[in-house]
């Protein structure tokens, strides 16, 4: 399988091309603002060849030269659920450890890992009753 490409953003893998118009949703979610004004940084990956990966097979197809902290899939559960949970992978302290987080939170979860202001446990730790986390 070919390798993910190297980007400064955190890359956001479509796994999942069963609903077109809930990838639509997920993109616009993301690429809009918080009511403070805050964006994910990142970049998405629109390509068959990723369908099915799974948070293992993923970690093990990124370049070398990617450093950001987190690596996020947008899979089945993610395009079948109103809230478009994807599934956040961390690369760094517990690497290949995961959290759910509702589209419209994800540029909480990149933000505060890019810069170190946080640690993936807190966003672990703040989930609600589903394991999805929804914001603080």
């Not at 091309?17 to 809930?22: I, K, Q, R, Y």
């Not at 809009?32 to 990956?45: E, I, Q, T, W, Y």
Request: aromatic share 8%.
């Amino acid at each position: 399988m070919k390798q993910l490409p190297s980007t400064l953003e955190a890359l956001v893998v479509r796994t999942d091309f069963s609903a077109d118009g809930a990838w639509d949703a997920l993109r616009a979610a993301l690429y809009s603002p918080s009511k403070d004004g805050f964006l994910a940084n990142v970049a998405l990956v629109d390509d068959r060849r990723y369908e099915g990966v799974t948070p293992e097979q993923a970690i093990d197809l990124i370049h070398p030269a990617y450093r950001h902290p987190l690596l996020v899939l947008a899979d089945s559960a993610a395009v079948t659920s109103a809230d478009l949970p994807l599934l956040v992978v961390d690369l760094r302290g517990g690497r290949g450890r995961c959290v759910r987080v509702v589209a419209a939170e994800l540029w909480s979860i990149e933000n505060n890992l890019s810069g170190a202001n946080m640690d993936f446990g807190e966003f672990v730790g703040a989930v609600d009753d589903d394991g999805v986390f929804r914001g603080f």
